[in-house]
């Protein structure tokens, strides 16, 4: 739901606001995880190397799908969403690949969903690929808010969920809010020692993010320490809890998860695309789907309730009061 970190807290420039009712940069529109103008950036040094908010690369039967906007600690957009969905599509088609791994480019995974960034998109059409439904450009207060949380967020995490090729993230940095859903949606967990977590958005009056994975990966207790608190946690503890796989140095990270990567990849990939339907079956089975279903109606409660009694949806916290808030 946000990105809590410093960098995002930068302002956004004239003709585009940081909370609702954002211009659409300028009436131009981003399509099927392209960038407008015709894929270019220009938004100065937002990514790392090329226009590309997503990086795809194939390591021999691995394929590396990289987070590229170091800038504002990967602050996820609509336009990364759409270019991440289109390069998990490409793994998924491509026989040669077994295995993906999502990384992040610079020192952090994922700080959150992009709330005050030069780059935020909320009012820009894509073409929808996670539910049908009815697009959220135009609609207003509710409608919109939801037409596009179902699709972009909630939508595109079970998508990707449901990949038949396992997907490994290798975390260093923060984790933060809806980077936990992009982490949460891959199968295994890499971190590094310096890799921290947390769901701080209790903070906006809203009980955790779209989606609401927390009881099944962290366990109930645990779940609601970290909304309660709003508290980051680090990469032991969230090893202890088993949302993590491995925790290794930051310098052996990579060799780390290529390793794990490469030893899963010698497996049939038929074979693993049965065991992890089996797994999320049993997951399904232990109440995630409908759960999720339900707190997602919640989270659409709070943001009404917002909108109703404080300056917008997201209770006025941009990224800069977030970032106060949690000290």
């Not at 590396?64 to 800038?71: A, F, H």
């Not at 894509?126 to 009815?134: E, G, I, K, P, T």
């Not at 409608?143 to 949380?149: F, N, P």
Request: hydrophobic residues 40%; aromatic residues 8%; glycine residues 12%.
């Amino acid at each position: 739901m946000t990105d809590t970190t410093d960098q995002a807290d930068e302002a956004a420039p004239a003709g585009e606001t940081s909370r609702g009712g954002e211009t659409s940069r300028g009436g131009e529109t981003s399509r099927g995880g392209e960038t407008s103008r015709g894929g270019e950036t220009s938004r100065g040094g937002e990514t790392s190397r090329g226009d590309e908010v997503v990086r795809y690369e194939q390591r021999g039967a691995v394929a590396v799908i990289t987070l590229n906007r170091p800038r504002y600690r990967n602050a996820q957009n609509s336009a990364m969403t759409y270019a991440l969905d289109a390069a998990f599509t490409r793994a998924v088609n491509a026989d040669e690949i077994a295995v993906m791994v999502l990384a992040g480019a610079g020192d952090h995974f994922c700080a959150g969903h992009d709330i005050g960034t030069p780059g935020r998109d909320v009012d820009v059409s894509f073409d929808r690929q996670a539910v049908l439904w009815w697009d959220h450009v135009g609609k207003a207060g509710a409608d919109a808010r939801y037409a596009r949380e179902i699709e972009v967020y909630l939508g595109m995490c079970r998508r990707w969920r449901e990949m038949p090729k396992p997907a490994i993230a290798m975390v260093q940095g923060a984790c933060i809010a809806g980077g936990l859903m992009l982490a949460w949606v891959c199968d295994l967990i890499v971190a590094a020692q310096d890799a921290f977590f947390a769901d701080p958005v209790v903070r906006m009056g809203i009980p955790g993010v779209e989606y609401f994975a927390h009881p099944w990966v962290l366990g109930p207790r645990f779940a609601k320490e970290v909304l309660f608190t709003g508290e980051r946690f680090g990469a032991q503890r969230a090893y202890q809890a088993g949302m993590v796989n491995r925790v290794v140095p930051r310098a052996e990270l990579a060799e780390a998860t290529f390793a794990l990567a490469d030893r899963v990849a010698t497996m049939p990939p038929f074979g693993l695309a049965l065991a992890k339907r089996a797994v999320n079956q049993c997951e399904d089975l232990m109440g995630m789907r409908p759960g999720m279903d339900s707190v997602f109606g919640l989270h659409h409660v709070a943001h009404a309730h917002n909108a109703e009694v404080s300056a917008d949806s997201l209770a006025g916290m941009d990224a800069r009061a977030m970032k106060r808030a949690s000290g």
